[in-house]
């Protein structure tokens, strides 16, 4: 494994830890700051592509659709 590829699953790692922390704090002010800051960390020093930071992007863009529409839905 080169550098990049393991800066690369390093990356990964902690973007997913960042997602898995803003599942758990919906709803709570900023909770999506922590992991849209990883993504545009990740992307800045290349260790993702382009690709992959619109793809976590809209991940979280979805986790939010999702929760906004069942807490409209309980409401």
């Known amino acids: 494994m ?3 590829q393991r800066d ?4 990964v790692g902690w973007i997913e830890t960042e997602v898995d922390n803003l599942i758990r704090d919906l709803g ?3 909770a999506s700051a922590a992991a849209r800051s990883c993504i545009t960390l990740a992307f ?3 260790a993702i592509d382009e690709a992959e930071h ?3 992007q809209a991940r979280i ?3 939010y659709a999702n929760y ?3 807490t409209y839905t309980a409401a």
Request: charged content about 25%; aromatic content about 10%; glycine content about 0%.
């Open 2 to 4: 080169n550098i990049a």
């Open 44 to 46: 800045m020093l290349r």
């Open 8 to 11: 690369h699953q390093i990356a």
């Open 68 to 70: 906004n529409a069942s």
């Open 54 to 56: 619109r793809y976590y």
């Open 61 to 63: 863009d979805k986790i």
């Open 28 to 30: 709570k002010p900023n």
